[in-house]
């Protein structure tokens, strides 16, 4: 088919409701009525006669030929997209949208954002604190930082492993000392656990440690890590610190873990639709945070060992 007859408008309605697998939502993202996503794939699928959806009840599927069509519209249209992305950005001053999960955001990247700035004065980073999936279209982040047990979790991606992480209970070195001895994890018993998002965390760990029917999981719950650790400096009680988030305060001695007890769970990772296509900001940002990420596990482990 020649280029100047290729059904632009019913190509880019098929792609978004195979992608989504979903009419009501390619209209919503396309700004359409759902009417016309439908009418646009009937007459696609006319032109080409074979179907592209298995129609059942309250869903539809991709035929083997509609995935075959899919998976070239998808890389073809995310790519137009890339590249008009790049050619606005070089008309203005370079705005590095990211989307970050909120704990990783309060916990690690704010208190340092400012040296990035030092280094970089040209760019302006626009934070977004989100847990959703980034599509990495026009006007959304190009880059992302997300949790995950795998780097697979994200489809159509890439992705780059920044640290594990690894949690250790840890309190203040005043409550240490004054509070009753901790000579097991099992004297934990005597204190107030600090929970954060909910208490899954604390059982995780008692796990490790032996003790999977700890008698208490009590104690208040915060809604993100952060806000833990803040009511553990405050002598509140006894949280999970992560040893990445919170080396500045493990190094300076602020909290002290009193076992050496450190439970993996999960990893942070670095996502981008394609790493060797990101602006000039963007892979400045990306060099930037394994940078500081790899020089503040130097430190930590450095403090550790001479502890």
Not at 43 to 68: M, S
Not at 76 to 98: G, K, P, Y
Request: net charge neutral; charged share 25%; hydrophobic share 45%.
């Amino acid at each position: 088919m020649k280029r100047g007859r290729l059904p632009l408008t019913a190509l880019r309605s098929f792609e978004a409701a195979g992608r989504l697998l979903s009419f009501s939502r390619a209209a919503e993202e396309l700004l359409v009525s759902q009417a016309a996503i439908s009418r646009q794939v009937r007459e696609l699928e006319a032109l080409i006669g074979k179907p592209l959806f298995e129609r059942l009840p309250r869903r539809v599927e991709l035929t083997g030929t509609g995935r075959f069509l899919l998976d070239q519209l998808t890389a073809s249209f995310d790519e137009i997209d890339l590249r008009l992305s790049l050619i606005l950005a070089e008309a203005a001053r370079a705005v590095l949208r990211i989307s970050v999960e909120p704990t990783f955001a309060n916990g690690w990247l704010v208190p340092r954002l400012a040296r990035f700035r030092e280094q970089h004065p040209d760019v302006d980073v626009s934070v977004d604190t989100d847990i959703r999936l980034v599509e990495f279209r026009s006007h959304e982040a190009e880059l992302a930082i997300r949790w995950s047990a795998t780097a697979r979790s994200w489809p159509r991606t890439e992705a780059r492993h920044l640290f594990d992480c690894l949690i250790t209970p840890v309190l203040t070195p005043g409550l240490l000392a004054s509070g009753p001895p901790l000579r097991s994890p099992a004297d934990l018993r005597h204190y107030i656990l600090l929970h954060d998002f909910d208490r899954k965390y604390w059982a995780t760990w008692f796990q490790a440690a032996g003790l999977p029917d700890f008698p208490s999981l009590k104690g208040p719950i915060y809604p993100s890590g952060a806000q833990a650790i803040q009511a553990a400096k405050l002598g509140h009680g006894v949280a999970l610190a992560d040893m990445v988030f919170d080396s500045e305060d493990l190094r300076l001695g602020t909290l002290v873990p009193p076992f050496a007890i450190e439970v993996s769970d999960g990893a942070y990772w670095l996502v981008a639709r394609s790493f060797r296509s990101l602006s000039r900001p963007a892979s400045a940002f990306a060099e930037w945070t394994m940078q500081e990420l790899a020089a503040g596990t130097k430190a930590w482990t450095g403090a550790a060992t001479n502890a």
